[in-house]
């Protein structure tokens, strides 16, 4: 498992990146996901794997994204503290974290707790209601894009999955362009779950969205390993 790595591949925010272990995801709920295989119950063996990963960071960038199989708040809190004193260490300007929407009112805690400017990233998938809800089980129930985009600044969606369509696809980045000033746009992979890739919506979408790659709001991952961490073997 690769979980250090550095994405200088973006027209902004150049960052390092770490991959850590926590707790299992408080959601756990998307029919999509196999990522929490990641997670574990053990306290001590968590902080072991995560106090070695973090050991990496060198600050060269001033910015760095932590990611999990799950949630910021899912990290234990000795982690965190590491996390909080490497920030102030190697002078960290800019954190970036993932938060579920049913964090959404302790996303203050974070911002409080490590004393940055923290740039708060949630895996939103689809503004589309039906698709997000109905196929992929996201667990958001915002009252409008306007109150979501004053909580995150930034959301992950996803291209590419079996029973999506063009018109959505066209919608949710028409819709993330608007609001947000910073959009990850994931093309799905096969994985250990029932949910499929739609080939067919994946090559439409590299064909007719490639100008985005020159496109500062967006950054596209075509495959899981794109951001240099997880499993890039599988």
């Known amino acids: 498992m690769q979980r250090y790595s550095k994405i200088t591949n973006v027209h902004k925010y ?49 910015i760095l994204e932590v990611i999990n199989s799950g949630n910021i708040f899912e990290i234990p809190q000795a982690t965190k503290d590491e996390i909080k ?31 940055v400017d923290v740039f708060i990233k949630t895996g939103l998938e689809s503004f589309d209601y039906n698709f997000r809800e109905n196929i992929l089980n996201k667990g958001f129930y915002h009252e409008s894009v306007e109150q979501l985009s004053k909580m995150y600044d930034s959301v992950c969606l996803l291209i590419g999955v079996q029973g999506q369509t063009r018109e959505v696809i066209k919608s949710d980045i028409e819709t993330a362009k608007k609001y947000f000033k910073h959009t990850t746009l994931n093309l799905y992979v096969n ?29 596209i991952l075509y495959n899981i390993e794109d951001f240099g961490v997880g499993d890039i073997n599988c």
Not at 86 to 100: C, D, R, S, T, Y
Request: net charge neutral; charged share 30%; hydrophobic share 35%.
């Open 14 to 62: 150049k960052r390092e990146i770490v991959l850590l272990k926590s707790r299992p995801c408080a959601y756990g709920k998307c029919t999509f996901c196999d990522y929490i295989l990641d997670n574990s119950t053990n306290i001590d063996e968590i902080n072991a794997i995560n106090m070695d990963v973090l050991n990496n960071i060198t600050g060269e960038f001033g």
């Open 85 to 115: 004193r490497i920030v102030k260490a190697k002078n960290i300007q800019l954190l970036f974290v993932e938060a579920h929407w049913m964090y959404k009112d302790h996303l203050h805690k974070i911002k409080n707790l490590f004393n």
């Open 191 to 219: 994985n250990t779950t029932p949910i499929k890739a739609d080939k067919n919506l994946r090559d439409w979408f590299i064909k007719e969205y490639e100008y985005l790659k020159n496109d500062p709001q967006f950054e």
